[in-house]
């Protein structure tokens, strides 16, 4: 039986909640499949902070190099400070692993309705290949004369060539496998002029070399207009971490609901392990009521066994992902039903 080494951090929040949804499903498919998740769990996240003074204990992170991957749930909460829960411990994880490329599929599924007017599930199946690792979110800057009235702040925005050119290269290597075969780049060069026109350039170069893919180049925000407008002309979107971050919640929406979305923090290179997550965040107003979506953190889950090889497993969680929300007799609340996170849980067991 094959056997994959499988860290879980369940974090803040809804986090814990349907992560363990997501486990249930995916270890449902282990005899069946073929395969054993040997999961352990670390307990880092705000209660964590709140009683050591970290997030992480010290060298934590460095201790999940030796597994295949990190299932996590959320980080975030009212007690500690998004820029502490967030700097001191999702996105270590993602730079110290190089996980360069954040994937998030985003797909009207079959049977849920979209904010967006007469469209249907095969307008709106869109997938953003995010830069994960750099960009607005580099962590370069500072400030200077704190708490006095000259107060200054500094974020810097760091882009490198080889970290665009290897990000673009895999969108357009994923947009290879897809029907429409087209890429939307996310710029805003006519305003950035150093940074988006240095992504505007590699961009250019890396298209050279698929000539059976379509680019087309759009300001940030005229992409994120015509999501809204024209869902179908958009299939693959190449995006910098900031940009990627905004049109992707903006993507999920126009899918049904944040609480469907899923995504990879991935190194491609397979050198470290790759994350995978829902990319909804902690929801504190619903924490512990027991009425979170799971479907996020359980497509996420399909993405991981996808990249652990598991491919049959994966297709199978999808497809019962699928079967549910057609079904539509399970909806909890962001859904517009009252199911409980149990009552999705279970059914999304019963269609595998």
Known sequence: MRSHQIAAIPGDGIGPEVLDAGLAVIEALEKDEGFA??????????????????????????????????????????????????????????????QY??????????????PLAGRGPKDIDMVCVRENTEGEYSGVGGFVHRGRPGELANEVATFT?????????????????????LVASATKSNALRHSMVLWDEVVEEVAGRFTDITLRRYHVDALAARMVTQPDTVDVIVASNLFGDILTDLGAAI????????????????????????IHGSAPDIAGRGIANPIGAVWAGALMLEHLGEKQAAARVVRAIEKVTAEGKVRTPDLGGSATTDDMTNALLEAL
């Not at 954040?102 to 979209?114: D, E, K």
């Not at 060539?161 to 075969?181: D, M, S």
């Open 255 to 278: 899918s049904g609901s944040l609480g469907v979305a899923p995504s990879g923090n991935l190194d491609p290179t397979r050198k470290n392990p790759s994350m995978f997550e829902p």
């Open 161 to 181: 060539r080889a970290g665009i050119e290897r990000l673009v290269q895999f969108g357009f290597e994923l947009a290879r496998t897809r029907p429409r075969k």
């Open 37 to 98: 998740l040997n999961t352990i769990r670390f307990p880092w996240g705000s209660e964590f902070y709140l009683q050591h003074g970290r997030m992480v204990k010290e060298g934590g992170i460095e201790s999940l190099r030796g597994f295949e991957a990190i299932y996590f749930g959320a980080v975030g909460s009212k007690e500690v400070p998004d820029h502490i829960s967030v700097w001191d411990l999702i996105l270590p994880i993602r730079q110290k692993f190089d």
């Open 101 to 114: 490329v954040n994937l998030r599929p985003m797909r009207l599924l079959p049977g849920l309705t979209s």
